[in-house]
């Protein structure tokens, strides 16, 4: 049989009828009567209903094992919706890629005890892929990361914080017809496993690389033995300089993975927010702990640059999607890309479709992004990972 996969998405205003719709449109591209599990993302807009449409997607599924989140938007290959009501469903057949459904309590901000529970749960299965879709708001999503890393080691990881309305200070999860917050829900996939993983970067560093040569915790003092602040306005065009407050939402840093590298290779930093300035030192506050000696980038939010990053991304993967390599993806795209970048909706998503073509790809947008970078499962902002799969079978 191999694997068959299959996407539906819908913009129903009646929460049931688009569940059916999202559910009953993917099965039908599935090719197949039931699915073996699926992947289920659905806009905040239908918070009330989660649990009814979760129950009407494995009913026409035909199977238990569900795993999602809530999301800002959702979208596939070819399609995005956001700021309105929206469910995307992702069913797939297969007898050579296994998935496990994941779920852990996160509790009091204790990542520590819910990376044992996904230890536990994928224990005895190395390897494999975890898709993972936590609560940001329960606990740091970075600081999860690294605990899993310690409780599932050789476990590569896929991924976004779960999003939704900001004005509800909540993010909700899915397991089976469940629904929970303040938890960790996903997918571990395995057997004749293949995947290939992109991330595609939507800012642009501001000069060349610097070095931090001061710095306290998450305050930066000096940066190429001069005051921080001083070298942040020397990077900005000229009206900028002065009003660094109004850039608030487009201006970051890029730190490198690895706090010890002593380079940043190009596009393979992280994205951190930069949350104030200390004009009376000259100091920049940042949300990560720096150290000295570390390179650093001032990164600016661009549309132009995002696109361009997507399409040289994207680039190596459209051949080997033409020659069917693969059989599905998941594609977690930043909150702060889409029409908020662009200006427009969507934008990814046509570059997807062109350079992929009709390769069924379910995702949403996400509060962060989950990828691995040099050996380590990273959480990266501003941007966008993609991941194909594909199941070993002969092309």
Known sequence: MGTAAGVGISGEIDPLAAARQAARDALQRCGSERADWGLVFITSAHRPHFAAMLAGIQKTLGTDFIAGCSAAGVLTGSEEIEGRPGAVVLAVRSDRLRAETLYAPIGDDDPRAAAREVGRQVQGRPGGLLVLLPDPLAARPDHLLHEIGR?????EA???AASGDPALRSTFQFYGRNVASRALSGLHLSGDLRRAIGVTQGCQP????????AGDGNVILEIDSRPALEVLRSRLPGPWASSIEKLAGHLFVGLPPDPSQETIAEGEYLVRQLI?????????VVAATVREGEPIHFVLREAHAARQDLKDMLRPFGPKAAAGEYRFGLYFNCAARGASLYGMPGID????????GDLPIAGFFGN???APLRGENRLFTHTGVLALIGDGRDV
């Open 368 to 370: 962060a992004e989950i």
């Open 158 to 160: 896929v991924g976004a």
């Open 276 to 284: 104030g300035v200390d004009a009376a030192r000259g100091a920049l």
């Open 206 to 213: 501001l000069g060349p690389l610097a070095r931090i040569t």
């Open 349 to 356: 998503t046509a570059y997807i479709s062109s350079a992929l």
């Open 151 to 155: 409780a599932a080691p050789g476990h």
